[in-house]
């Protein structure tokens, strides 16, 4: 009780009303939670910020890489610098919904013998959770924790429970072991904000990793951000105004990857996409840049944060065909392509070409 309350008397760490100011707290809040997690987790600092800005943005992330990268460690030295409470599950195929939300179980009261229901709350009451390994687990239990990300909030026994604000998933999957594994469809991969790839550390950062590892060195992350200082940098988020042609941008990348519409779009869409990015994609392309620009001391959107954050909040959203299987295309060189050739300013380079020849 006495901990709660030291909490709320902190001064918060972004306490400016006017717009401007507030984006500066919030830069150097990011520079302070960055240098924390610095003590425990060595490098991923694109990781680190694409994480903050899922969280920033009220989203979620799923996080792909080979075992052993320290994504549970990485999740939770953020939760601790920005004071949130953590809880993993790790997801098995005989994990049920009711593992992840709670259960009801019957309560006797001994001075009167009368019987009641009481929900007993899941390890999903928390302010940032980690679904390690989400595709280990059937349908129908990735579905109870998906739901609880879509409307934060779980339903037992005809009765709703609110989950904690702010509330932030981060799911896990292997990319190198599918057996025995159950995928994510396309229509709830949707549901992730961010698709974030994690790659192995470099020699340098090996180096430093093995040697605090096989240390009797402890550090902790000093708290950063509190509950509400993070719902605050939320609200500041979507507070941040954005250009129309900002926007028309966004649109344009993400109605290029649709094959069918009759919008001008690279070759390499033709040739190696089955299917494309929905409206979700340009919602999130948004926001997303509406956070990178408020990380890096911004107020105002350009077309360079739409750019800077197109990866991981596009690559799940599109479907190769075969052909780029055959070829060894990803859908991470699509987007690069796309960022290529889609101009800035609407015009295509057959529309400039047409011009020109106007012109001359």
């Known amino acids: 009780m006495n901990e709660h309350a030291d ?3 902190e001064p918060s760490a972004v306490a400016a009303t006017d717009p401007e100011q507030a984006v ?29 800005m899922s969280m920033f943005c009220r989203g979620h992330a799923l996080v792909v890489g080979v075992p052993g990268l320290a994504k549970t460690l990485l999740i939770s030295t953020i939760s601790r610098s920005v004071s949130l409470s953590f809880s993993r599950i790790q997801f098995t195929p005989d994990l049920m919904p009711s593992d992840i939300t709670g259960t009801e179980v019957i309560e006797e009261d001994k001075s009167t013998g009368a019987r009641e229901l009481r929900f007993v709350k899941g390890p999903i009451f928390a302010n940032v959770i980690l679904a390690d ?3 280990r687990t059937p349908p129908k239990t990735q579905a109870a924790l998906l739901e609880a990300m879509q409307e934060h909030q779980v339903t037992a026994g005809g009765m709703q429970h609110r989950l904690p604000e702010p ?21 709830q991969l949707d549901r992730f904000m961010f698709n974030i790839n994690i790659g192995y550390p470099d020699e340098d950062e090996e180096l430093e990793i093995i040697r605090r590892t096989t240390s009797t060195t402890d ?5 950063v951000l509190s509950g509400p200082d ?3 940098v939320q609200e500041l988020v979507r507070e941040a105004p954005v250009a129309d042609h900002v926007v028309r941008y966004a649109l344009r990348l993400v109605r290029a990857t649709r094959i069918k519409e009759p919008t001008p779009k690279p070759q ?13 994609a340009s919602q999130y392309l948004i926001l997303a840049a509406k956070a990178r620009a408020v990380l890096s001391g911004s107020f105002h959107v350009t077309p360079e944060h739409i750019k800077s954050v197109a990866a991981p909040v596009i690559r799940h959203r599109i479907i190769t065909n075969f052909n780029a299987e055959a070829d060894r295309v990803t859908t991470d060189d699509v ?11 609407g015009s295509s380079d057959a529309e400039r070409r047409q011009m020109d020849s106007v012109m001359r």
């Open 268 to 280: 390499i869409v033709q040739d190696y996409l089955a299917w494309g990015a929905g409206p979700r």
């Open 219 to 223: 550090v902790r992350p000093d708290r």
């Open 167 to 187: 509330f932030f998933v981060l799911a896990t999957q292997n990319p190198i072991e599918q057996e025995g594994t159950y995928p994510l469809p396309e229509a």
């Open 335 to 345: 987007i690069e392509a796309l960022l290529k050739e889609i101009p800035v300013d």
């Open 133 to 135: 390994e989400i595709n």
């Open 7 to 9: 909490q709320r008397s």
């Open 24 to 52: 500066a707290q919030v830069r150097e809040a990011f520079q302070k939670i960055r240098t924390e997690v610095a003590k425990v987790v060595v490098g991923q600092d694109e990781v680190v910020e694409q994480l903050l």
């Open 230 to 232: 993070v719902l605050r």
